[in-house]
């Protein structure tokens, strides 16, 4: 039998730790043969609402389930992690400026940075799914100077599938027959979504829709804004999207893409497609063995130019503001 997988996941008591903790606990985050161990980590006032949580998963009589362990304390939670799913963030309240939001984060994820540099497994993989995702994420890896760059990644698969199933059914096709998306730069409303490079049903998208109206004013802001139109229609954030995006992230990176397509991950640019070295930014990437390499020699037209550097942009605003308040 195999030793199960220590899986940390911060936030556990939010709505997301709730639609992601019974998928990972039945195999659909690294597979349905791999046992896990649960290590969650809430912030004292939500520790009883984890504990509940936990009830419902031991009723549940998982097989791969090996152990749930509830902590407040970072240094517990990521003891001996070989995967961490950082969810748990400071929401941005009425009237709050960038920087005081960038600050409260830093609060969270720089100790979270040093947890795991300190405590967690040599092959430790980090999601950070927490917003501002790319920049907690950048925090965190910046507290973690002893882990490498390629364990550090954020959270750009949620809009990956929004964008695969948005140009599905504007090709009348399933999603099946979709492939080659790419989320290029920040997870916020200036992520560039790319289909010049997709696929359907093995023609490039781009030429399938023929429609340059239609991208440039339907199906990137669609994309884009569809965090705010799910909070407008449902009254509350993507929950079960952004789960399942979080396991489809970390299912990818261990078991790899399939030939002949590729995945989007916010990942510490090597400075490819002249993304500055050491951002993190959402890239086209592969997935082989537990690791990943940045698609290469993809044209980028002046369309996708502007858009990219515009989200390049932020995220180079968001960094310089996070080293401005000492966080990096
Ligand atoms: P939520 O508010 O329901 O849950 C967040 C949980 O985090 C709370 O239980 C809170 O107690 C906990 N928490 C706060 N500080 C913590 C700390 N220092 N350590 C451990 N836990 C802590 O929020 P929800 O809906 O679950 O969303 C979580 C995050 O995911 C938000 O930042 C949201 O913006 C983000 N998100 C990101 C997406 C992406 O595509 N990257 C998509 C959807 C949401």
């Given at each position: 039998t195999r030793t199960p997988v220590n899986v940390t996941v911060t936030g556990a008591a939010g709505q997301i730790g709730y639609a992601l903790l019974f998928r990972i606990a039945s195999g659909h985050l690294l597979g349905a043969d791999v046992p896990v161990k649960l290590r969650l980590l809430e912030i004292a006032p939500a520790l009883k609402a984890a504990e509940g949580t936990a009830m419902e998963l031991d009723d549940c009589a998982f097989p791969l389930l090996r152990g749930i362990d509830i902590t407040d304390?970072?240094?517990?939670?990521f003891d001996g992690a070989n995967v961490a799913l950082l969810v748990g963030a400071r929401p941005r309240a009425k009237g709050m400026e960038r920087g005081d939001l960038l600050a409260a984060n830093g609060g969270i994820f720089t100790p979270q940075g040093k947890a795991i540099n300190g405590h967690a497994a040599d092959d430790i993989k980090v999601l950070v799914v927490g917003n501002p995702a790319n920049t907690n994420a950048l925090i965190a890896r910046s507290?973690?100077?002893d882990v490498p760059d390629d364990r550090f990644t954020a959270m750009t698969r949620l809009d990956h599938n929004r964008a695969i199933s948005q140009l599905a059914q504007k090709a009348g096709v399933g999603v099946e027959d979709v492939?080659?998306?790419?989320?290029?730069?920040?997870?916020?409303a200036t992520q560039y979504p790319d289909i010049f490079h997709a696929e359907?049903?093995?023609r490039n998208a781009a030429e399938v829709v023929n429609d340059e109206k239609w991208l440039a004013e339907e199906f990137i802001p669609t994309?884009?804004?569809r965090g705010a139109a799910i909070i407008e229609a449902r009254g509350a954030s993507s929950a079960a999207s952004a789960a399942n995006a979080a396991l489809d992230h970390m299912h990818t990176w261990v078991n790899g893409t399939a030939e002949g397509d590729w995945t989007s991950m916010g990942i510490v640019s090597d400075g490819s497609y002249g993304v500055p070295a050491g951002l993190i930014s959402s890239f086209p990437v592969t997935t082989k063995d537990g690791s990943f390499e940045i698609v290469q020699g993809l044209e980028i037209n002046d369309f996708s130019r502007a858009r990219i550097d515009a989200s390049v942009k932020e995220l180079e605003e968001e960094r310089d503001a996070v080293r401005a308040l000492g966080l990096i």
């Amino acid at each position: 039998t195999r030793t199960p997988v220590n899986v940390t996941v911060t936030g556990a008591a939010g709505q997301i730790g709730y639609a992601l903790l019974f998928r990972i606990a039945s195999g659909h985050l690294l597979g349905a043969d791999v046992p896990v161990k649960l290590r969650l980590l809430e912030i004292a006032p939500a520790l009883k609402a984890a504990e509940g949580t936990a009830m419902e998963l031991d009723d549940c009589a998982f097989p791969l389930l090996r152990g749930i362990d509830i902590t407040d304390d970072p240094n517990v939670a990521f003891d001996g992690a070989n995967v961490a799913l950082l969810v748990g963030a400071r929401p941005r309240a009425k009237g709050m400026e960038r920087g005081d939001l960038l600050a409260a984060n830093g609060g969270i994820f720089t100790p979270q940075g040093k947890a795991i540099n300190g405590h967690a497994a040599d092959d430790i993989k980090v999601l950070v799914v927490g917003n501002p995702a790319n920049t907690n994420a950048l925090i965190a890896r910046s507290a973690a100077p002893d882990v490498p760059d390629d364990r550090f990644t954020a959270m750009t698969r949620l809009d990956h599938n929004r964008a695969i199933s948005q140009l599905a059914q504007k090709a009348g096709v399933g999603v099946e027959d979709v492939k080659k998306v790419t989320i290029w730069g920040n997870h916020s409303a200036t992520q560039y979504p790319d289909i010049f490079h997709a696929e359907v049903a093995g023609r490039n998208a781009a030429e399938v829709v023929n429609d340059e109206k239609w991208l440039a004013e339907e199906f990137i802001p669609t994309v884009a804004k569809r965090g705010a139109a799910i909070i407008e229609a449902r009254g509350a954030s993507s929950a079960a999207s952004a789960a399942n995006a979080a396991l489809d992230h970390m299912h990818t990176w261990v078991n790899g893409t399939a030939e002949g397509d590729w995945t989007s991950m916010g990942i510490v640019s090597d400075g490819s497609y002249g993304v500055p070295a050491g951002l993190i930014s959402s890239f086209p990437v592969t997935t082989k063995d537990g690791s990943f390499e940045i698609v290469q020699g993809l044209e980028i037209n002046d369309f996708s130019r502007a858009r990219i550097d515009a989200s390049v942009k932020e995220l180079e605003e968001e960094r310089d503001a996070v080293r401005a308040l000492g966080l990096i």
